[in-house]
């Protein structure tokens, strides 16, 4: 089972880069971006709370999205403005279970 699934998790990973390569075109520094925004993800989404991902995701998606048609230089800004939100206002996560 530990083999098919992680069989079934460098598929999905490899796929994804197939995908989204041609999409996002490829460019010194892209690691760091998307481990950047991948850690953004886990930590504000509440760590192994796959529902609290999936809503910081669309909220992050929403408001890069509306940085870039409001505020193209600082679209990169409005990403790490809703972490810094969120984690004021919750610092456990948006679904992570508090101490």
């Known amino acids: ?3 098919l699934v992680f069989c079934f998790g460098a ?3 490899g796929f994804g880069g197939f995908v989204g390569a ?3 075109g490829l460019h010194i520094g ?3 971006e998307i481990i950047m925004l991948a850690l953004a993800v886990v ?3 509440g760590i192994g709370s796959l529902p609290g ?3 910081i995701c669309l909220l992050l998606g929403l408001s890069n999205t509306l940085g870039k048609v409001l505020w ?3 679209a990169s800004l409005t990403i790490y403005l809703v972490v810094v939100i969120v984690l004021l206002v919750k610092p456990s996560g ?3 279970k508090g101490n």
């Open 1 to 3: 089972m530990f083999t």
């Open 11 to 13: 598929f999905l990973a």
């Open 22 to 24: 041609p999409i996002l």
């Open 30 to 32: 892209l690691d760091v």
């Open 43 to 45: 930590i504000v989404g």
């Open 53 to 55: 991902c999936l809503a």
């Open 72 to 74: 193209p230089s600082y």
């Open 94 to 96: 948006l679904f992570g």
